[in-house]
């Protein structure tokens, strides 16, 4: 998006002002899953740096997705502080980046530096690997399916009375006795 893309011409020494609010679909990368990201907020500052340039600023958006144990709406705000280092030359491949040389700036090519590559990186970096609508959460019921948030469905007493007469695995155990590990309470 051209929003994101900063022409360094001309940048004063004490920076250019960025401020932008994109649709995620600006930056997302067209080979790439995508993200439960409407629209992203990135407000700072590009500044010139002895020939190479520092972007220093913030991102800001909210993650909205189905809680992983319950399935109610969440929305979850990030709001990430950012300092990204810029420096002229061709992409590094993708294993170069990670060699761990000590150089953490970005590459850029030609007269412009484009921020919609970093943004994504942040997004994907930042979003959650579970959206879990309150840590205190009991999810849903694998029996009924009701919400024990809202309810208790009594699938949870009726489990244990069963669990009594049906032991799961165990008559697999006796199928194969070499396999079995030996049960640490009977070793007491």
Not at 105 to 124: N, P, T
Request: glycine fraction near 8%; proline fraction near 7%; hydrophobic fraction near 40%.
């Amino acid at each position: 998006m051209a929003v994101l893309k900063i022409a360094l011409a001309g940048i004063p020494a004490d920076g250019r002002p960025v401020s932008a609010v994109v649709p995620v679909r600006a930056v997302q990368p067209e080979d790439s899953g995508s993200l439960p990201v409407d629209e992203v907020q990135l407000e700072g500052i590009l500044l010139p740096l002895d020939g190479d340039f520092l972007f220093r600023g913030s991102l800001t958006t909210v993650f909205s997705h189905f809680c992983d144990r319950c399935l109610a709406s969440v929305k979850i705000p990030m709001d990430l502080d950012l300092l990204w280092a810029f420096k002229e030359g061709p992409p590094l491949a993708w294993d170069a980046e990670f060699t761990g040389n000590g150089e953490e700036k970005f590459r850029y090519q030609g007269s412009e530096i484009d921020l919609s590559a970093c943004v994504w990186e942040e997004l994907v970096l930042a979003a959650p690997l579970k959206y879990i609508c309150r840590e205190e959460c009991a999810g849903l019921c694998p029996q009924c399916g009701a919400d024990r948030n809202a309810d208790a469905c009594g699938c949870l007493d009726r489990a244990e009375e069963s669990s009594q007469a049906h032991r799961g695995f165990a008559d697999l155990a006796k199928r194969f006795p070499d396999l079995a590990t030996a049960d640490p309470e009977s070793e007491e």
